[in-house]
């Protein structure tokens, strides 16, 4: 669907933004269709309401391509925080964040109309801690 350079990109910087809280735990997982892709991020980072909030506003800023083509060559540089979600929010469809029971989880959304991006969503319930000793 789209081309290694765009999600070498995106993945980098998500990649990032997750590495700045120096997760535990980092698992990403990418599916992709001839119209559309998911790329789903979860970590062991506990975040509070707040923060997840503005990831969520950082992330869902609507696409800005004017924006995504100057700041997307941007990459890697030393921005912090919610400034680099901005970026990937001007170059992504839709993303949704949601806690788990270990940290949270970023799903984003890439592709035309008839992409369902239901048909490729990974539950929160299926992600668990495998870090926890059995009795």
């Known amino acids: 669907m789209q081309?290694?350079?765009?999600?070498?990109?995106?993945?980098?910087?998500?990649?990032?933004?997750?590495l700045e809280s120096k997760p535990g735990r980092m698992v990403i997982s990418l599916h992709q269709e001839d119209d559309g892709m998911h790329l789903s991020v979860v970590d062991n980072t506990i975040r509070t309401d707040s923060e997840l909030e503005d990831?969520?506003?950082a992330?869902?800023?609507?696409?800005?391509?004017?924006?995504?083509?100057?700041?997307?060559t941007m990459g890697g540089s030393d921005m912090l925080g919610?400034?680099?979600?901005?970026?990937?929010g001007w170059q992504i469809k839709h993303a949704d964040i949601s806690r788990t029971l270990n940290g949270t989880k970023i799903?984003?959304?890439?592709?035309?109309?008839?992409?369902d991006a239901s048909?490729?969503?990974?539950p929160n319930h299926a992600i668990k801690d495998k870090t926890k000793k059995k009795k």
């Open 3 to 18: 081309s290694k350079e765009y999600l070498l990109h995106i993945i980098g910087e998500i990649t990032n933004y997750i």
């Open 55 to 57: 990831m969520n506003k």
């Open 59 to 72: 992330l869902n800023t609507g696409t800005r391509p004017e924006f995504a083509e100057y700041y997307g």
């Open 82 to 88: 919610t400034a680099r979600l901005n970026i990937i």
């Open 107 to 115: 799903d984003l959304w890439v592709g035309s109309d008839r992409f």
């Open 119 to 122: 048909y490729f969503s990974i």
